[in-house]
């Protein structure tokens, strides 16, 4: 019923776009940069319909006000009011879209930022900054404990949804998860795999719920391995999944 397209931007962000097959409208998500989303717009004849943001930071947002300048009948979804007439939205509210052929589900999500949201349904994940392959956003407005929670929800969700972040920082992710897990043999493949992909200038986005489970160090906070790997690495005790999430984030943040 709809593809998801991918939209490079600045030096490593993605711009989601979701093509509707039934007609020739779409949703942006994240649009921090309007010129390769306009670019889109016109090699396929597509006419947005709406605007998702996550959150408000610039390389999500900078694109809105030249994408709704010619069509100010562009709705746009945040949890904050980032832009007239922006239709706010909370936890659990519902998105419906494209003749409701799209319906998404809305969870708030602080941590990286305090307005942080993602959107998703039984297929997909629109995370912004919470969640990267390998790795997960850096806490610059709420706080570790917020971050554990918001990533602990996501991990929850279902393992085969496609999971759409908002940055290309895979490979520098698993440099991180490497260190810290250096005996997982389904890191050790991933790690292969995305290096041929960039190789090739390919994406590594989307990923998946079950993928990350497999790889993601934020999303293995209950393996027993990996806590002995980071006490022996930080000389100190560690005594909850909680605590073990909030030294790995830590220690990102320094490495």
């Known amino acids: 019923m709809f593809t998801v397209l991918t939209i490079p931007a600045f030096d490593d962000n993605y711009i989601w776009l979701v093509k509707d097959s039934q007609s020739q409208r779409c949703v942006v998500v994240d649009p921090g940069d309007a010129t390769p989303v306009l670019e889109i717009l016109s ?23 030249e994408l709704i300048a010619d069509n100010p009948e562009i709705k746009i979804f945040s ?6 007439g922006a239709t706010l939205v909370k936890e659990n509210d519902q998105v419906s879209l494209l003749d409701g052929r799209l319906t998404l589900n ?30 997960c956003g850096r806490v610059f407005e709420g706080t570790k404990e917020q ?17 759409y972040c908002a940055h290309e920082y895979t490979q520098n992710n698993l440099i991180f998860a490497l260190a810290v897990d250096p005996n997982n ?14 190789q090739q200038g390919v994406p590594t986005i989307p990923t998946s719920i079950a993928q990350e489970k497999r790889i993601n160090p ?11 790997n980071v006490q022996a690495i930080l000389a100190e005790p560690i005594t909850t999944r909680e605590g073990l999430f909030k030294a790995l984030r830590t220690h990102k943040d320094h490495f």
């Open 43 to 65: 090699a396929q004849n597509l006419t947005i319909e709406a605007i998702l943001l996550t959150h408000h930071h610039h390389d999500h947002t900078g694109g809105v006000n």
């Open 79 to 84: 949890k904050e009011a980032l832009f007239a």
């Open 106 to 135: 809305v969870w708030e999500v602080a941590g990286h930022t305090l307005d942080h949201i993602v959107f998703y349904n039984d297929q997909l994940l629109f995370c912004g900054d919470t969640l990267f392959s390998g790795g």
């Open 147 to 163: 971050m554990y929670q918001a990533v602990s929800r996501l991990r929850g969700l279902d393992d085969n949804i496609q999971v």
């Open 185 to 198: 043999q389904d890191l050790i493949a991933y790690i292969k795999q995305v290096s041929k992909l960039r």
């Open 218 to 228: 934020f999303f293995r906070y209950d393996d027993p391995d990996l806590l002995a």
